[in-house]
Structures are given as C-alpha cells and as structure tokens.
C-alpha cells in the first residue's frame, strides 16, 4: 500500500482527503495534526474504522523533533500538507502568528524534507487569495497580488518552496483551489453557519450586500483533484481547482434560504464590507482539466442539499458546539 502522510488532518479539506483515500483502500495513512481529533462532526474517516489510518497530535510549530522522528520511521511515499493558519479577516489581529505557521514553518519543513530520497511528492495547499482580487481568466503563472496578512503569509511561504524546488529538485506540486464548502465544514463559513441561523431563527449578515463573487466548489471535487495532483502532478507545477463560474455570496444564501422553506428578504441584513475583501475570487483551472481529466461532479443544489441534510443530522451536537472562530496559537 501506497504511505501517505497528511499534515493537518483535523482541518475540513485534510479530513475529507484521508476520506477519499481510506474509501479506496489502497493506501496506509498517517494524519498530524496540532489539536486532539475531532469528532464525526467534523471527521468524516472516523466512520470508516479503517485500519489503514493513525492520528499523532504534533504541532507543526512547536514539536518538530516529534514531525521529524515520525517521518523518518514512516517513510511516506506522499505528504499532503493542508496545515495553515487559515481564516483571512482574524489575520490582521496576529499577523506575525500566520507568518509564523504559513512561511517559517513551511520552509522549515521543506528545509527538512529536500533530501529525502523516499519522498516522490510533497503536495503543498496554497490559496487564491494570494492573487488578492481575481477577476477573469486567472492562471496559474499570474502575478502575488495579496491584500491581507493571510494572503500574504501563504505568498511568502509559497515563494519560499520554489527556492527549494530550483535548488534541491523537491517535489513540490501546488494546489489552489477555491472555496470548498460541504458537509463537515467549520461552522462559521458562510453555507453551514446561514443554515444554522435558519434553523436557530436568527438573522443572516450578508457583508457589503453579499454582492462578492465566490467560487464555490463541493470538497469531494477538490479532493478528487488532489489526489489527482498528488500521484501524477508534474513536479514544480500549480494546479488550480475550481467550478465553471462564480456565484455572488447573497445568491448562494437565496438558495440555501430555498432549500429550507425560509423568505430571503426576511432572514437576512446587510452589513459593511470586511477589511481587505476581495471582490472577485474566480480562477482558471484549465491545466488540471486537461492534464488529468479533472473537472467538478457534484453540482451546486445537490452539494448545498447534502450540507444542510448534514445541519439537521448533527444540530444537537451543532447546538453545544461553538458557531464562531475560534483563535489558537
């Protein structure tokens, strides 16, 4: 069996990933991650109770001996690496904690893996919001264009990476996707926190009327991709995954509003912009289309379906369970 190493198995795209991998069965897992596991709530491979699968709690910043002595006893094939400081409005309280885990420890990290000869690729995800607003057709080879202290903490470690992989050959391949949305998703994001309030009867804040332009992609579809990426992604290259076209936040709260049986008008409230919002965030994912047959199979209604068919599943624990972000070192 292929030997993957996932760092950041707690986060909602790295646990839908292990996911995808326990249900082929052809692959022996090790998930790190800096918090204990989750629940199912959040952990969709805990159903599984696959014997394929191990959970070390490490931190990617503060027990690094501990990252370095399992890889060497591991010695995976793969590592897939989902670890990041994450959420962009929080970035600008702590900007100097998202730098820290988004660019020094991913340099120390590939300082690390460069000469290990066992590794065939180090899957690294990055973020469009390093181009700041897209609009258009964005490629890959577009220029950094950050606008937030998240942005650019995953810019700085993105660079970072390439000096190794123009230096030592590392096998870096890079995955941007676009916002994934799905079942099992933090609760704060926009899809499950508006069916949250539908159902808790509180009233939905569209910031600046909702009017941006997101990309919304099902997980399953960016997992499907980079897994994609990971067994026959060209070394040295980015790999956008996204849907065929964008959808404006307040339309995307209209259908879940849809879904529910709940009057739009009525549930929501405008709101002021966010500091460093991006407009637009529309990317082009031509290259993966075509160099791996990839493209998104789970439409729009059937994804936001399934994710409040997941709400209502889950809302007593959803219920005892906290709606906002909620900061770590």
């Not at 933090?186 to 949250?196: D, E, H, N, W, Y």
């Not at 529309?282 to 075509?290: F, G, L, P, Y």
Request: glycine letters at 6%; a positive charge.
């Amino acid at each position: 069996m292929k030997k993957i190493l996932v760092i950041g198995s707690n986060s909602f795209s790295g646990s839908d990933f292990i996911d995808l991998l326990l249900e082929k069965k052809e692959y022996k897992v090790v998930g790190i991650s800096r918090s204990p596991e989750k629940s199912v709530l959040f952990l969709p491979y805990l159903l599984r109770k696959s014997p394929y699968f191990t959970f070390q709690q490490i931190d990617l910043n503060r027990n690094f001996d501990q990252l370095k002595k399992v890889i060497d006893e591991f010695q995976p094939e793969y590592i897939v690496n989902f670890a990041a400081q994450s959420e962009v409005a929080p970035s600008w309280e702590n900007p100097h904690q998202w730098f820290q885990t988004n660019a020094v420890a991913i340099t120390q990290l590939a300082d690390l893996l460069k000469n290990l000869s066992y590794l065939k690729r180090y899957v690294h995800i990055s973020s469009p919001e390093v181009y700041g607003t897209c609009v258009g057709n964005i490629k890959e080879d577009a220029p950094l264009n950050p606008s937030t202290p998240y942005a650019a903490s995953k810019a700085a470690g993105d660079l970072s990476l390439f000096t190794f992989v123009k230096n030592f050959s590392f096998p870096l391949v890079m995955i941007r996707a676009t916002n994934v949305y799905g079942a099992h998703q933090q609760l704060f994001k926009i899809i499950p926190r508006s069916a949250i309030y539908l159902k808790l009867g509180k009233t939905i804040e569209l910031h600046g009327g909702g009017v941006a332009v997101k990309s919304y992609i099902h997980i399953r579809d960016v997992s499907q991709g980079e897994l994609f990426a990971m067994e026959h992604g060209r070394v040295g290259e980015i790999y956008h995954f996204s849907p065929n076209h964008g959808t404006a936040v307040r339309d995307v709260v209209a259908t879940i509003c849809k879904k529910m049986g709940k009057d739009f008008t009525k549930v929501t409230r405008e709101v002021p912009e966010r500091l460093g919002q991006d407009k637009a965030y529309t990317i082009d994912s031509t290259k993966a289309r075509k160099e791996f047959g990839w493209t998104p199979r789970i439409s729009f209604d059937a994804g936001i379906e399934q994710t409040v068919f997941w709400v209502e599943k889950y809302f007593d624990e959803i219920q005892n369970t906290p709606l906002n972000y909620v900061h770590k070192e």
